[in-house]
């Protein structure tokens, strides 16, 4: 591909053609499931590729009540709001701790977390199921908040605490002065000023909480508990000549995902890269 | 720093905003690491006693053909998706840059997507493309007459391989993408202009500029690449759960049935450090190779 064909109007348009084609493609497969979960069984079966022809909504009930798809949802956002809400309180604490006091273990603790940034989480599936039943936590509706909160401690601490940084400690000490308790100082004058990182943590801790996989499929075993993700590989094996339900299903589990990535998509990619490119 | 000193909290003031997190952040990760590591040197099967055998579980894990097939497939899902994505997510970064290209927002927009769907969702998606009757897959190529290359995608033990790699590729392929995205702004534009002045074209400028200045982001990539390859799990569960027979079967799911399906509790910890190790092995070795410059 030379500048010089670039530079022609038709070559343009070819060019433009292509990675339109290209972008298509790549959202095809999600395009697929979701006009398909809006067509009948029947019509699915006689070709799977056409649009439907007239929108029916029979598959998503049959989903979220038959299949019990409510159940998960209700557990999934149980889960994903308890996370959020416990990752945001103790890192900004920790943050705090760390940007603003200088104390013997100081760096040792800052370097025990980002450790855990390192440290493949999901290899630790099968001891921490085995931890979990001697310590009596199996299978209890809170048993997923303590590895959730865990494994997303690291990465908003980091996060965070390079954003207190950047605030002059000189704030705190005019808070002081003016009579502000440490509390006071953390929730009204600190915790507003931090409000576009946590904006991030708040949404790049909501998808991958939603979106976990192997610890709900581990920890708990009551159907109730179970999340999104482990509720669809059940709803698998129970629906799994029943296309266009199980698609209905997966189009329910991915909406809240879709609209937060739509509204948010700066963000999200943004705070999903941005690490690696200063190495 | 020096000036927040000043700033005066009181010890307990200080270990109630550190000790809840780093309680459960202890309890979670840590723990777990260590004791995993315990299990291993025993032959615990669920049961209430476990002896101390040494490193027995670790010979064994050495001469476990399973374990080192197991290794093989991550191993070539690491290679292709290597290859496939970092190549496609160069050239695409290069037509990024292009001044040619509309609709950048659309394309980055909707090329990222798939990273942020669970894995489950995208193994299941991929199931029903490669599905034999109503798949997407065999749907185009009856289309446009391509019915002998019809496979069964996921249950050929030759390909199925192959197959379960394809979605990972598509799925992160906007991560690379991005990053190198945001890295390629970062060069001063006059480098590119003096450089288009010595009668330098796209494929030189992408070869002599954009490549080794960038080097230390793709180092950075690609160590992410083999760190999340090497722990595939959940697609691989959903799509074939290691099947057909063990023919997709990877080290994190092997360690998952050594464990939960035949509930030797010993061995399959012994096989979650076995990847643990192996894993980091190969993102230091790959550390120390690409210290050499290009």
Same mark, same amino acid.
């Given at each position: 591909?030379?500048?010089?064909?670039? #530079?022609?109007?038709?070559?343009?348009?070819?060019?433009?053609?292509?990675?339109?084609?290209?972008?298509?493609?790549?959202?095809?497969?999600?395009? $697929?499931?979701?006009?398909?979960?809006?067509?009948?069984?029947?019509?699915?079966?006689?070709?799977?590729?056409?649009?439907?022809?007239? #929108?029916?909504?029979?598959?998503?009930?049959?989903?979220?009540?038959?299949?019990?798809?409510? /159940?998960?949802?209700?557990?999934?956002?149980?889960?994903?709001?308890?996370?959020?809400?416990?990752?945001?309180?103790?890192?900004?604490?920790?943050?705090?701790?760390?940007?603003?006091?200088?104390?013997?273990?100081?760096?040792?603790?800052?370097?025990?977390?980002?450790?855990?940034?390192?440290?493949?989480?999901?290899? #630790?599936?099968?001891?921490?199921?085995?931890?979990?039943?001697?310590?009596?936590?199996?299978?209890?509706?809170?048993?997923?908040?303590?590895?959730?909160?865990?494994?997303?401690?690291?990465?908003?601490?980091? #996060?965070? *605490?390079?954003?207190?940084?950047?605030?002059?400690?000189?704030?705190?000490?005019?808070?002081?002065?003016?009579?502000?308790?440490?509390?006071?100082?953390?929730?009204?004058?600190?915790?507003?000023?931090?409000?576009?990182?946590?904006?991030?943590?708040?949404?790049?801790?909501?998808?991958? +909480?939603?979106?976990?996989?192997?610890?709900?499929?581990?920890?708990?075993?009551?159907?109730?508990?179970?999340?999104?993700?482990?509720?669809?590989?059940?709803?698998?094996? /129970?629906?799994?000549?029943?296309? +266009?339900?199980?698609?209905?299903?997966?189009?329910?589990?991915?909406?809240?995902?879709?609209?937060?990535?739509?509204?948010?998509?700066?963000?999200?990619?943004?705070?999903?890269?941005?690490?690696?490119?200063?190495? | 720093?020096?000036?927040?000193?000043?700033?005066?909290?009181?010890?307990?003031?200080?270990?109630?905003?550190?000790?809840?997190?780093?309680?459960?952040?202890?309890?979670?990760?840590?723990?777990?690491?260590?004791?995993?590591?315990? !299990?291993?040197?025993?032959?615990?099967?669920?049961?209430?006693?476990?002896?101390?055998?040494?490193?027995?579980?670790?010979?064994?894990?050495?001469?476990?053909?399973?374990?080192?097939?197991?290794?093989?497939?991550?191993?070539?899902?690491?290679?292709?998706?290597?290859?496939?994505?970092?190549?496609? @997510?160069?050239?695409?970064?290069?037509?990024?840059?292009?001044?040619?290209?509309?609709?950048?927002?659309?394309?980055?927009?909707?090329?990222?997507?798939?990273?942020?769907?669970? @894995?489950?969702?995208?193994?299941?998606? $991929?199931?029903?493309?490669?599905?034999?009757?109503?798949?997407?897959?065999?749907?185009?190529?009856?289309?446009?007459?391509?019915?002998?290359?019809?496979?069964?995608?996921?249950?050929?033990?030759?390909?199925?391989?192959?197959?379960?790699?394809?979605?990972?590729?598509?799925?992160?392929?906007?991560?690379?993408?991005?990053?190198?995205?945001?890295?390629?702004?970062?060069?001063?534009?006059?480098?590119? *202009?003096?450089?288009?002045?010595?009668?330098?074209?796209?494929?030189?400028? @992408?070869?002599?500029?954009?490549?080794?200045?960038?080097?230390?982001?793709?180092?950075?990539?690609?160590?992410?690449?083999?760190?999340?390859?090497?722990?595939?799990?959940?697609?691989?569960?959903?799509?074939?759960?290691?099947?057909?027979?063990?023919?997709?079967?990877?080290?994190?799911?092997?360690? !998952?049935?050594?464990?939960?399906?035949?509930?030797?509790?010993? !061995?399959?910890?012994?096989?979650?450090?076995?990847?643990?190790?192996?894993?980091?092995?190969?993102?230091?070795?790959?550390?120390?190779?690409? *210290?050499?410059?290009?």
């Amino acid at each position: 591909m030379t500048v010089r064909m670039l #530079l022609g109007k038709s070559g343009k348009l070819v060019f433009n053609a292509m990675m339109l084609a290209f972008s298509v493609a790549c959202v095809f497969p999600i395009a $697929w499931i979701v006009y398909s979960s809006l067509k009948t069984k029947d019509e699915f079966m006689l070709n799977s590729v056409s649009l439907p022809h007239r #929108l029916q909504f029979h598959n998503y009930y049959k989903a979220f009540v038959d299949g019990k798809m409510y /159940q998960y949802f209700i557990s999934s956002a149980l889960n994903t709001v308890t996370t959020v809400v416990v990752v945001v309180f103790l890192s900004f604490c920790v943050a705090y701790a760390l940007s603003r006091f200088r104390f013997k273990w100081r760096n040792g603790i800052y370097s025990y977390f980002i450790v855990g940034m390192l440290i493949p989480v999901y290899g #630790l599936i099968v001891p921490l199921y085995l931890q979990f039943k001697q310590f009596g936590l199996y299978d209890k509706f809170y048993t997923l908040f303590l590895p959730y909160i865990a494994i997303r401690l690291p990465l908003p601490i980091f #996060l965070l *605490e390079s954003f207190i940084r950047t605030v002059p400690a000189e704030l705190d000490e005019a808070a002081h002065m003016d009579g502000a308790s440490t509390s006071y100082l953390m929730t009204r004058i600190l915790l507003p000023i931090c409000k576009p990182a946590i904006a991030t943590i708040v949404i790049l801790t909501f998808l991958d +909480t939603w979106n976990e996989f192997p610890f709900s499929l581990v920890l708990v075993s009551q159907e109730s508990l179970k999340t999104l993700p482990v509720g669809l590989t059940n709803f698998y094996g /129970q629906f799994t000549s029943d296309y +266009t339900t199980l698609m209905a299903a997966m189009v329910l589990s991915i909406l809240p995902v879709m609209a937060v990535y739509l509204a948010f998509y700066k963000n999200i990619i943004q705070g999903m890269t941005a690490g690696a490119v200063k190495g | 720093m020096s000036r927040s000193s000043s700033l005066k909290i009181t010890r307990v003031g200080l270990l109630g905003l550190l000790a809840p997190s780093v309680a459960i952040y202890t309890f979670v990760i840590i723990v777990p690491l260590a004791l995993s590591f315990y !299990y291993s040197l025993t032959d615990w099967v669920g049961g209430p006693t476990k002896n101390y055998i040494g490193f027995r579980n670790y010979s064994l894990l050495v001469h476990d053909s399973l374990f080192w097939h197991s290794f093989k497939n991550n191993m070539i899902i690491l290679a292709l998706t290597l290859i496939i994505q970092m190549s496609l @997510a160069f050239l695409l970064t290069t037509l990024f840059m292009s001044k040619a290209l509309r609709l950048k927002e659309l394309h980055r927009t909707v090329i990222f997507f798939p990273v942020v769907l669970s @894995a489950v969702v995208v193994g299941f998606v $991929w199931q029903m493309i490669y599905s034999h009757d109503y798949g997407i897959l065999n749907s185009i190529l009856r289309s446009i007459g391509l019915e002998s290359a019809i496979r069964p995608w996921l249950d050929d033990p030759k390909i199925v391989i192959y197959s379960v790699t394809v979605p990972l590729i598509w799925q992160y392929l906007g991560i690379p993408l991005m990053i190198f995205v945001s890295a390629v702004h970062g060069i001063p534009k006059d480098i590119y *202009e003096s450089c288009e002045l010595d009668g330098c074209t796209g494929f030189k400028k @992408a070869r002599y500029i954009t490549f080794p200045l960038i080097y230390d982001t793709i180092k950075v990539v690609v160590m992410l690449c083999i760190s999340s390859n090497m722990l595939v799990f959940s697609h691989i569960y959903v799509m074939t759960g290691g099947g057909p027979g063990t023919s997709s079967m990877v080290m994190a799911q092997y360690a !998952y049935k050594t464990s939960f399906g035949s509930m030797q509790l010993g !061995y399959g910890s012994a096989v979650t450090i076995g990847m643990f190790v192996i894993s980091f092995g190969i993102v230091l070795i790959f550390k120390r190779l690409a *210290e050499v410059r290009v």
